[in-house]
């Protein structure tokens, strides 16, 4: 099993704990990982992007080449369509239709969505909707967790218990939060 994974977006919609929640969930199964981030302005909502790499085998290098991304995870649109010349010809992008519109002359969203639509598989996923649904509009990167994980190679069941362990901390009703938004996410994937 080898799963190469671009989680892209900007800063402060939680790729690093989405990241994460992966890396705990894969290391949980017994697989390798590896991960490499790459910080823009994040206080600024600068793009941020984690190239994450997991692997029943060895795995040499925590960069991604050109053309071997099974998967764009992307919480921002404009921000999948950056990372494309990474995503394999048989991979698949999981967007969030919601645009993060951190530049003066951001492109129009219809654009983007074309863009993708005619770029690769793609699933669209109306993120900030199931969060608010799940109980908070910052459960939107689990959401996309969700929407995600049939591409991960990782079970329902490990993610889960990947989600809860990784919120542990901060109680039961955030965990359970998670969880919903994760369930939702999952559920809505329209690609299934």
């Known amino acids: 099993m080898n799963k190469n994974i671009i989680i892209a ?3 402060g919609q939680g790729i690093l704990t989405i990241a994460g ?5 894969a290391m949980n199964n017994g697989l390798q990982v590896k991960q490499a981030e790459v910080h823009g302005m994040s206080q600024r909502g600068g793009s941020v992007e984690s190239h994450l790499r997991i692997s029943d085998t060895e795995i040499y290098s925590d960069l991604i ?9 992307s919480i921002e649109p404009m921000e999948s369509l950056r990372y494309l010349p990474f995503l394999s010809a048989e991979g698949i ?4 239709t919601e645009a993060f519109k951190n530049i003066a002359n951001y492109p129009d969203q219809q654009k983007i969505r ?7 598989k793609h699933v669209f996923i109306d993120a900030s909707t199931l969060a608010r649904s799940a109980g908070s509009i910052r459960t939107f990167n689990v959401v996309m967790l969700g929407a995600a994980s049939p591409y991960l190679g990782i079970g329902t069941g490990q993610l889960n218990q990947a989600i809860e362990q990784y919120f542990s901390a901060k109680g039961n009703a955030i965990v359970a939060m998670n969880l919903l938004a994760f369930k939702k996410g999952l559920e809505n994937n329209k690609e299934l």
């Not at 992008?93 to 969030?96: F, G, K």
């Not at 074309?114 to 690769?120: D, L, R």
């Open 65 to 73: 080449p050109r053309g071997k991304a099974d998967l764009i995870l």
């Open 21 to 25: 929640i992966i890396d705990l969930a």
């Open 9 to 11: 977006g900007v800063g």
């Open 114 to 120: 074309n863009e993708i639509e005619n770029s690769a």
């Open 93 to 96: 992008i999981v967007t969030a």
